[in-house]
């Protein structure tokens, strides 16, 4: 073999195209796109399919080591070549690896925008996360182990430094941090669950206490004195049945009916009859019990 030959024979292997192994279905093509919907049709898509397989899977791998299985990104990319088999049409002259291609890795790289996300993030903030990972990818080659700077990063991806600072922070949102993740701190163990604080029951007793208010000024006076001695002085109700001269039974139904009405009256969401930033009127009603 002569130099010459030589030089010829690595120069093709160099601009040897990433797919020229793929099979060639040209004519299985012309016969699809003159084929209607029919069974004859729906086999030479799956005769097609499977030809192009390998390709889907190489395309598939290219992604891996991002968080997500190989097998489920293959399935992905198996999904987007069936799309572009039943899309492709060979008389608008490309070759049909042009059209699957990016139909494959739009259909992979949609699956990771829509479904691997830790948090939801717009699509622009998702674009400006993938400019600032590729530009730090391509600046961060250094001797001092130094990272690129948000203004290099800014210069290198034709991006204002406001959108860097965007890009970096989306990152850092791809992937959640578990509330069982370990921190630094007193002892073993010490989790993000631990810095988290718990329900405080006092704020439940606000709102409570502020619902009720105007409708226990609106009852008569002997059921306000049973209830502060109850709930206020926290007396017995066989001592409040000695106060008011009645039986501890009596003063037992008392409280569940007064209780039950204003609960009532809350939760239906019902006004006061005299509203609650309204002066107190006089009480003219006579005592139910």
């Not at 099979?23 to 192009?52: G, K, M, N, S, Y």
């Not at 997500?68 to 198996?78: G, I, K, N, R, T």
């Amino acid at each position: 073999m002569t130099a010459a030959t030589t030089g010829t024979t690595a120069k093709r292997r160099r601009g040897r195209h990433p797919h020229d192994d793929a099979p060639d279905t040209r004519r299985q093509f012309e016969r699809i796109a003159r084929l209607p919907d029919c069974p004859e049709r729906q086999r030479l898509c799956q005769e097609v399919i499977h030809a192009w397989m390998p390709m889907a899977g190489r395309l598939a791998r290219t992604f891996r080591d991002r968080g997500e299985a190989l097998e489920d990104l293959e399935q992905v990319a198996a999904l987007g070549l069936v799309k572009a088999v039943h899309r492709y049409d060979p008389s608008r002259g490309c070759a049909f690896e042009s059209f699957a291609v990016p139909t494959i890795v739009g259909e992979v790289k949609r699956h990771f925008r829509d479904h691997l996300w830790g948090v939801h993030v717009p699509r622009r903030t998702q674009e400006l996360r993938n400019r600032v990972r590729a530009a730090r990818h391509q600046l961060d080659c250094r001797l001092d182990d130094r990272g690129p700077s948000v203004a290099e990063l800014a210069e290198y991806s034709g991006l204002s430094q406001e959108e860097v600072h965007t890009g970096l922070e989306a990152l850092e949102s791809y992937s959640l941090l578990s509330l069982d993740a370990e921190l630094p701190g007193p002892g073993e163990g010490y989790s993000l669950l631990d810095t988290l604080g718990l329900p405080d029951p006092g704020y439940d007793q606000v709102v409570y206490r502020e619902a009720v208010k105007p409708r226990l000024r609106e009852l008569p006076e002997r059921e306000q004195r049973i209830l502060y001695l109850r709930f206020f002085e926290e007396m017995t109700q066989s001592k409040i049945a000695e106060q008011l001269g009645i039986s501890q039974m009596h003063v037992s139904r008392l409280l569940h009916r007064i209780c039950s009405r204003l609960q009532e009256e809350i939760e239906n969401g019902e006004t006061p009859p005299g509203g609650p930033d309204e002066p107190d009127g006089p009480d003219d009603r006579g005592d139910p019990a």
